[in-house]
């Protein structure tokens, strides 16, 4: 592995002790394997877990008609990392370098032991998980990215494979030398940018997020055909929560999330008042974290699948996706979140991505590091995004509606904007205008005593929240005033002309029996990510009641 990994290569790549081995030996069977035979390739899905018990096992990643070294396997160590738990297409190829015997694991066994074997699980999960993330240092992956840092197109694509833990190589075209020759290759022009040479093969220009996760297989061990307990639309901290606790109580579990798992929070660049994390978590790490421990478990996650109509007439429920699918469950979970609000600002839409964005991850940083950027809103997302890029030697202006920050921001955060110089805060602001034609070029904003046209290349849009509730409409589906979901004792008479049973709503129950409400969409719920996971895994125990019913 490269340099920043080598000294974790123990807990990479630990070697088990003949009693962990006795533990493993019931879930699988021995195997000889001569030397050059590959054991898995890349682009397998649904492989086994194998251990060495003697011999070498080489793991490289082929790229290019190229093999890049990554480990020697001696007696003791195993194979696999965070795609095995999936059933994704594995990323790199194993041969047996010394001929030997391997301890091969299914899919279901290895799951049984990560859910039954508490010390071994805790081996196995840590080696995949610094795996995974040697492999993203690596940009050791299946998918090479060509593009422009003033491509939105570009920022999308890059930001649904790094939010969903995909590695993969970029090159842009105004940087690198080497672009033109791929280019060439595959018959592409500048114009074409951003494209996505997927598996070294399959070329992709500009393609959505559901283009690309079928084409890089991130769904590919996902059925949409089997009735679930369970669907969870979103994978947020509530969703997300929801399925750990669903499938770790038996639950046959389904999340579909339109992007990647964290939601809004998966964006924050740190979160320091959740509760178990005294230095902070970022909200990429938190959402890591929750998808593989979910996954530990058995729940599915179907990545780039939008709901956009529930049908809940008849049982089990059914809810369609984007693209002529559906997928059917006996109780639904809506955890879809909501969105910033988006300011009524001409050219608003042309500029998205191209200095005007939503979350302030590494990756906007990277593209406005050192330079002049306004932060609008006052809530706790905000000042993260304030804090952070002014770590990143940019000069923040925050914009306030209001005559500060102390109603809507933790104490915490305030204290580091006040005692950061290079952090502004205007209240009373709001933005007025914007101009550019391919990027933002300048913005104008208004304050209590003066207009002013700022030469400002990047905006954070973080002010409001406009819920995902569209597609429940034609189910009757209750919704309040502003479209969240209303629940539990929120609902009144008037809200429930069908109701068909005898008892009230539960708590987080919306006015359809049997589907539920949690998190940011839900009417009145406490925008915050401990309570989000609190209502997710409260979801699970009312689940229950009402399958038993």
Known sequence: MSE??????????????????????????????PAGEI???????????????????????????????????????????????SGRRTLVRTRMHMSGELL?????????????????????LRAFVLRRLALIGKTAGDAVVIGSSHSAGTLRIREFLTRNGHPHAYLDVERDSTVQALLDRFALRVEDVPVVICAYTKVLKNPTNEELADCLGLNASV?????????????????????????????????????APGG????????????GFPTGIAGAQLAGRAFTQAEKFGAEVAIARSAVRLRCARRPFVVELAGEREVKARAVVIATGAQYRKLPLEGLSRLEGSGIYYGATPMEAKLCEGQEVIVVGGGNSAGQAAVFLAGKGCRVHVLVRGPGLADSMSRYLIQRIEESPA??????????????QDALEKVRVEGPDKSQWMPVRHLFLMTGAEP??????????????????????????????????QRSPWLLETSVPGVFAVGDVRSGSIKRVASAVGEGSTSVHLVHRFLAE
């Not at 009735?227 to 929801?242: E, I, Q, T």
């Open 4 to 33: 920043p990994y080598i000294e974790r290569r123990s807990e990479m790549f630990p070697a088990l002790n003949p009693a962990q081995l006795d533990r493993l030996a019931r879930f699988g069977h021995r195997r000889s394997v």
């Open 104 to 124: 091969e694991l299914p899919l279901e066994g290895l799951r049984k032991v990560v859910q039954g074997d508490a010390d071994l699980s805790e081996i196995f």
């Open 223 to 259: 059925d949409l055909s089997d009735v679930r307990d369970l669907l969870v639309v979103g994978a947020g901290p509530a969703g997300l929560a929801a399925a750990v606790y669903g499938a770790s109580e038996g639950l046959k579990v389904l999340v579909v999330e339109t992007s």
């Open 468 to 501: 995902h509730t569209a597609w429940l409409r034609d189910c009757g589906v209750a919704l309040d005033d502003k479209g969240f979901v209303k629940t539990g004792q929120d609902l009144r008479p008037e809200d429930l002309p069908r109701w068909p049973l």
């Open 39 to 85: 054991v898995f390739d890349q682009g397998d899905a649904r492989g086994c877990f194998y251990v060495v018990l003697s011999g070498a096992l080489q793991v490289v990643h082929p790229a290019d008609g190229r093999e890049d070294p990554i480990a020697l396997l001696s007696a003791g160590e195993f194979t696999g990392e965070i795609n095995l738990l």
């Open 264 to 275: 809004q929070a998966g964006s924050s660049s740190r979160i320091e008042n959740y509760l």
């Open 423 to 436: 952090v502004t805060v205007h209240p009373r602001t709001v933005v007025k205008e914007i101009a550019g």
